[in-house]
């Protein structure tokens, strides 16, 4: 996905000649889409932390139930 | 002094006053009380001129308050006043009170909240804080991290050594300087969180990189509040949401030093004047009672999207459920007959409330099923454990935390499970009821259910977005968002209407799946 926005930013960048009045605010849509593209990416930080954390908590919880815990298994809530 | 030159309504106030230059200090008296200091914003037309117009709106906290008779004015700060009025403002002519329950005087804070003003408050509060600050910090390099005292507290150090006299809390900042990600210091917040729950600590999430650690009933005293927050290096640039981003030397910030804070031994950043610098600029040795942070836009949208923004209303939510009376809503019974009816039906062995309040309306839902009732108000968690006394888990679970969703999903995923959320869906603000609508497409993809009731209108009162009780959401709404989400309304089990003074105009619905083949379901 970020290959892909800075694609667009690219071809963004390129476009930015004077152009119709159309053609600017072609532009200037497609920058408030890429805004909020790179804004979405930025949410997938905050998902991917949420993720993890769920499964280091769940693997805890996993590992304390287990009779024989692995004895390399770790995690923060151990 | 001339009464006429200050008017004061619902919006705001506008005062003709002797030449104001913007950005100057003034204050806002009301009985002879300061309640707002502010920066004036002159109108550009008197710019120049011996005299000024200065109009402000209200700050949404002192708004809210301002229903009676009192009279108002104008100064410069502790000196003359500029002008004065003696005025009503709504709908009531009994006199403004502006104390809290205890009495207190309230002043405006610089999120525009009404706060005790803290040298009127219990003189044990600065000592609690500072105590918290310090157990937090032995907690938190205990776990490796490296911990600073910052923003106010930060500030009044270097002033006076001292809490400032008008601080409410304590400020810690964990500075991580091992990563450069985003998803790092988030992970880490819900890693510290975890720890100092561990350790005893009341702590809740204002965002993936603001946590805010909370003592209650302190020897009966006050509570008190100290927030950690996370900072980070991006390249040179120190980043600490809210609202910090500049560039401050890391050797500004540590190693730390040990100082004294009234007497209590807390780390401190050996350069402090680079982080205050960077964060209140640098007019930051004056005294300013009326700063607020203007976060630019390219700040606010990296930190809201890195890191969230959790808490929203909760202050509003945690009153309303400390004064939460035994009223139950009249959509109640319809509302848990269809709950216990879907239950049924679908031999479901899971409901889940989402936004259970006190816990009378889950209580009217109990049956041969697990009853799991969450709400992220403490408060209302507090009145539910005791209304339910053990019938259903009660959970404190902010579905505005992905983090916390995730459990709610897993829950709703394990077995079939009907999603109950009564009287919720229409406070909730966009982002959130997104999360809502992702649990009940998890709960009906695994065979569940989902009702649903909320209120289509508002109050007597006319929408007003920083009150949340005039908050609804019509049907048509829910169902152009529900379609977005993949769900649609599968019936319409109960509508009334409003009833002036007692209830609300309120829409009991199922919802189901739109199948993406675009069967209906």
New interface residues.
Partial sequence: MITLITERARSVLHRLTPGTRTEVDALREEIDRL?ADV??L??D??????????VV??LAGVAADSAEPHPHEGG??A | MRASRLRVDEGGFTALVGRVLPGEQLELVVDGATVWTFHAEPHRRTRGLPFSLVSMTWPAGLAERLNGRARFAVRRPRGRVLAGVEATVGSSTAPIDLRDDEGRPLVVNKWGELTARFDSADPRLGAAILQLAARLVEVLEADGQKVMITSGTLLGYVRAESLLPFDDDADLAVVVDSSE???????L???LK??LRTAGFDVILHS?AHLQVRVHDLDDGPRAYCDIFLGFFRGDVYCQPFHLRDVVPRTSLTPTIPVAVDGVVLPAPPVPSDWLRACYGPGWMTPDPGFVFRTPEATR??YE????TFDFGREYWETVAESSEAHTARSAAAHADAVLRLASELDARHVLDAGCGDGRVTGMMLGAHDTWAIDFAEPAVEHARTHLSGRAQVTRLNLA???DL??AQ?FAASATSVISTHMVLHVLTGDTRRHMYALMRDALRHGGGVVATFATDHTEERFAFRDPATWHLPVDVLADELAESGLRIAALIDEAARVPGHERATATVSIALIDTTGERR
């Fill in positions: 805004r804004d979405e930025r949410r930080n905050l998902r991917i932390a949420q993720l993890h954390d769920v908590d769940r923060h809530r | 990600s985003p998803a790092d210091v988030a992970g917040a819900y890693r975890h720890t993936a949208a990296r999207n890195w890191f969230g935390d992905g983090r995730l459990d897993i």
